[in-house]
């Protein structure tokens, strides 16, 4: 399924394969809460993740100024999905600018409906 959206060409639905992705493959939170160090799929910024090899991604998930990541493998289409999001986007910016957790949560409790929220 966030493959199929991956390749859409409709960037909410490319975002929500993203995130739909990092939360399984990744564990990410939709918005960590429960933490001041770890940021979730939404508050990650285009800083927060670089391109460093081919089909490798470099994953800050920590607040922490110096941590340096995890190197994680992904799947050609994820990598070429994130390096079409980087595109014009500052440092600064939000990688999924267009979601919302009611967005990611709505389109997750289609396949576990007793799903509330995350």
Same mark, same amino acid.
């Given at each position: @399924? $966030?493959y $199929?959206?991956?390749?859409? /060409?409709d960037?909410?639905r490319?975002? +929500?394969?993203v995130?739909?992705?990092m939360?399984?493959?990744? %564990?990410?939170?939709?918005v960590?809460?429960? /933490?001041v160090d %770890?940021?979730g799929?939404?508050? #990650?910024?285009c800083?927060?993740i670089? #391109?460093?090899a081919?089909e490798?991604?470099n994953?800050?998930r920590?607040?922490l #100024?110096d941590h340096n990541g995890?190197n994680?493998?992904?799947p050609?289409i994820?990598y @070429? /999905?994130i390096s079409? +999001? +980087?595109q014009n986007? @500052?440092?600064? @910016?939000l #990688?999924l600018?267009? %979601?919302?957790?009611?967005?990611i949560t709505?389109h %997750?409790?289609? $396949?576990?409906?007793?799903?509330k929220?995350?």
């Open positions: @399924d $966030y $199929y959206n991956m390749n859409s /060409t960037t909410v490319k975002q +929500l394969g995130a739909v992705w939360i399984d493959n990744l %564990l990410f939170d939709i960590n809460e429960k /933490t %770890l940021v799929c939404l508050q #990650l910024k800083s927060n670089a #391109l460093t081919p490798t991604l994953v800050k920590s607040k #100024l995890e994680v493998k992904a050609k994820v @070429d /999905t079409h +999001l +980087l986007k @500052d440092p600064t @910016d #990688l600018d267009q %979601l919302s957790a009611s967005t709505e %997750l409790s289609t $396949y576990i409906p007793s799903l929220a995350l």
